[in-house]
């Protein structure tokens, strides 16, 4: 565990993620990581449910991660704080949030699956963070473990430049004739075996076995030839044929994965723990400290126009990032990325998104579901805050006298819903304040109570992630409730443009009220869901444009015709008019509210669905039962392509159709198919969808 006498330099630091497909084996090499750093003396194991990172109960049970662990151990020279995440595209969210706050990360691919769909989907959140990151391709112990496979589809389908520093000696499990052993390290021309007896706690290194010699040259002259254009000094050793010094061969890798030019590929097997320890060594060699990052980019709260950066330096202004919220009886516990300055317990931190101080408590260093208290915490540290009250992930915290606001964390869209109401009056106020606890913890997950029906609809990224929020408030809240079937989580967007006038020309209470506001609304393609924006030249006078502009964003969040949320709408304010005696800001508010009714009444609705990218890998005899399977749920299949002795089939079709799927596909193919569903986009629903909602 973690101390406070743990004295660091900055350099020493590796804040890193784990991020990989479902049942990769990110978990299972972390608890590896966590026996050899000797932090644990027990190694757990993901199907008995005893790992120190998936500690919840539901995780357990279920054999997966579903929420993200933070843990610390020391590894050789290197401090490293490493964040399992979950592959399960349920939980993407605990990726996002985790990527958008860490240097570096292990990106684990299984060796017999090679690059899946969710391995696509954490790498390009990866470059969207611009994560640098190294590779390690796991299960060489399974039947079919393909490790040159794997490293092409990582060069072809995630364009990326794998660099091979381990090749693999043997592949498959024990009892085939050349079952997969160790590794052969292409820097120090070693071969590294684990023996079984220390559960692979003792590395030995030997020498390269004679048959995998030929092989191994020929990998590390091509990890060489690779590394040529990144360093005069390698390439004039190169060309003049003199030896390459292994140190200098470590300095350029690490100059070219921490500049995002290449991806260090490693391999083993987790499970049978070969190859771990070469990944903690390659963690601390080649992903980069706080110090190696750029500055943290910001700007100013009042001018989101300047921009602003904090060096990772102590004595830099203090600015932080909260990325996760763990709710807990005692108060809530808030996870901090600390960019610069220092941040000491018993002080108050400005949050410049709600323009107040809050009170910094305690500090925590966690240890998945341990924590222990510290003094203090500097630019770099990860740390767990108690006495926030009123900050949500995506927050930056800062010096008061200094503020600055960190880009925020972008989360996507939910796709599904499900109706729960109480049993009793009394369990309705302990499930409005459960689900405002959950709401908390997870930006993905949304609950709106209906004074109307008194049901609530909890919505979510998926059926998985529902299922689990309905455990936790039976189980862990203990409440009552009755929990309807999940449905889709529709949209409405406008088909086309249209221009209004909304008016008010009413008396009230003796007094004649006038003004009239003109707008524009349009379907429009961007990041946020409805854009409120000011046309050129708008002849209104300041104080009616504000409230203009107040109301028409509430309506816009407020929902459409038919009640669901809107999207992909765009509102421009493109005039009024105002009376000399008869305007007042009243007046422009329900002027701007009547526009907004009658621009949606005009343009006409559409209702838009999720649609959800899908791809199912199954073996080439149950192809036709599957492609006309698919054709009955209205997909559209986009490609099929062999991969081994199976074929992957891509394809779009709405959520709508899809429910159960998994289950649907097991009988197909007896359980020898697999598929993953991603939320793709929101595409306009059939007529007869919307015609039920009339
Ligand atoms: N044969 C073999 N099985 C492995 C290996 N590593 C992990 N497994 C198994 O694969 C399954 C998934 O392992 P996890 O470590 O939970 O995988 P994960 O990537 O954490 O999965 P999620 O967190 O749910 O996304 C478990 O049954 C592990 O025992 C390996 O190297 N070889
Ligand atoms: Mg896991």
């Excluded at 060069?155 to 052969?184: C, N, S, T, W, Y």
């Excluded at 074929?647 to 289950?663: K, M, Q």
Aim: glycine share 8%; hydrophobic share 40%.
């Amino acid at each position: 565990m973690l101390s406070n006498a743990m004295a660091r330099q900055l350099s020493q630091l590796r804040n890193i993620g784990i991020i990989a497909h479902i049942d990769a084996g990110k978990t299972t090499l972390t608890e590896r990581m966590l026996f050899y750093s000797g932090t644990t003396h027990r190694m757990g194991d993901v199907d008995r449910g005893n790992t120190v990172t998936d500690f919840d109960p539901e995780e357990q049970e279920r054999g997966i991660t579903i929420q993200a662990a933070c843990v610390t151990f020391r590894w050789k020279d290197s401090i490293v704080n490493l964040i399992d995440t979950p592959g399960h595209v349920d939980f993407t969210a605990e990726v996002e949030r985790s990527l958008r706050v860490l240097d570096g990360g292990v990106v684990v691919f299984s060796a017999r699956e090679g690059v899946e769909a969710q391995s696509e989907t954490v790498w390009r959140q990866a470059d969207h963070y611009n994560v640098p990151r190294i590779a390690f391709i796991n299960k060489m112990d399974r039947e079919g473990a393909d490790f040159y496979g794997t490293v092409d589809e990582i060069r072809k389908r995630l364009e990326a430049h794998p660099l091979v520093i381990q090749i693999p000696i043997g592949v498959g499990p024990p009892h085939m004739p050349d079952a997969f052993r160790g590794v052969v390290d292409l820097l120090r021309m070693k071969m590294l075996t684990f023996p079984s007896e220390s559960q692979g706690a003792q590395v030995v290194e030997g020498d390269i076995p004679a048959d995998v010699q030929a092989d191994a040259e020929l990998w590390r002259g091509q990890m060489l030839d690779q590394l040529f254009d990144f360093s005069n000094e390698l390439a004039e050793l190169l060309l003049a044929e003199e030896a390459v010094p292994e140190e200098l061969i470590r300095r350029v890798i690490r100059d070219a994965t921490i500049h995002s030019l290449v991806v260090p590929v490693l391999c083993g097997s987790a499970l049978d723990h070969v190859g771990v320890q070469p990944v903690l060594d390659a963690v601390s060699y080649y992903l980069p400290s706080p110090a190696d990052k750029p500055p943290v980019e910001g700007v100013e709260p009042a001018k989101p126009d300047v921009s602003i950066t904090r060096k990772p330096e102590i004595d830099q202004p203090f600015c932080g990032l909260v990325f996760k919220i763990q709710a807990d009886k005692h108060g809530d516990l808030h996870y901090v990325r600390i960019y610069s300055g220092e941040l000491k317990g018993n002080t108050r931190a400005y949050n410049p998104r709600t323009d107040k101080k809050e009170n910094i408590s305690q500090l925590w260093h966690v240890q998945a579901d341990r924590r222990e208290q510290v003094e203090r915490v500097e630019a770099g540290d990860i740390v767990g805050i108690i006495g926030l009250r009123h900050s949500v992930t995506g927050d930056t915290l800062c010096d008061p006298k200094e503020p600055i606001v960190l880009e925020a964390i972008s989360f996507p869209e939910t796709v599904i819903s499900m109706a729960i109401e109480p049993e009793s009056s009394a369990d309705r106020k302990k499930l409005s304040d459960a689900l405002d606890m959950l709401k908390r913890q997870d930006p993905t997950f949304r609950a709106q109570e209906s004074p109307e029906t008194g049901q609530t609809l909890i919505s979510g990224m998926g059926e998985l992630h529902l299922e689990v929020i309905k455990h936790r408030l039976l189980r862990d809240f203990k409440l009552n409730v009755r929990v309807h079937k999940p449905r889709v989580s529709y949209r409405e967007t406008v088909p086309k443009a249209v221009e209004v006038t909304g008016e008010c020309h009413q008396a009230v209470g003796g007094q004649n009220l006038f003004a009239k506001v003109r707008i524009r609304v349009e379907p429009f393609d961007g990041d946020q869901p409805v854009l409120v924006t000011l046309g050129p030249g708008i002849a209104l006078p300041p104080e009616y444009l504000a409230p203009v502009l107040e109301v028409l964003t509430q309506q816009g969040e407020g929902g459409g015709s038919l009640g669901f949320p809107l999207m992909k709408v765009k509102v421009t304010i493109l005039g009024g008019e105002a009376h000399e005696t008869e305007s007042n800001e009243i007046a422009f508010r329900r002027a701007a509210a009547d526009a907004f009714h009658k621009a949606l009444q005009a343009a006409g609705i559409v209702v838009l669905e999720p649609i959800m990218k899908i791809e199912i890998v199954v073996p080439e005899e149950y192809m036709g039962d599957f492609v006309a399977d698919l054709q009955q749920r209205r997909a559209v299949i986009t490609q099929t392509h062999p991969r081994g002795r199976n074929t992957v089939i891509e394809a779009e079709a709405p959520l709508a159709t899809l429910f159960g799927y998994s289950g649907a596909m097991r009988g197909l193919s007896q359980g020898r198919a697999s598929a993953s569903l991603t939320p793709s986009h929101y595409g306009p629903a059939p007529p007869e969808v919307a015609q039920g909602f009339l």
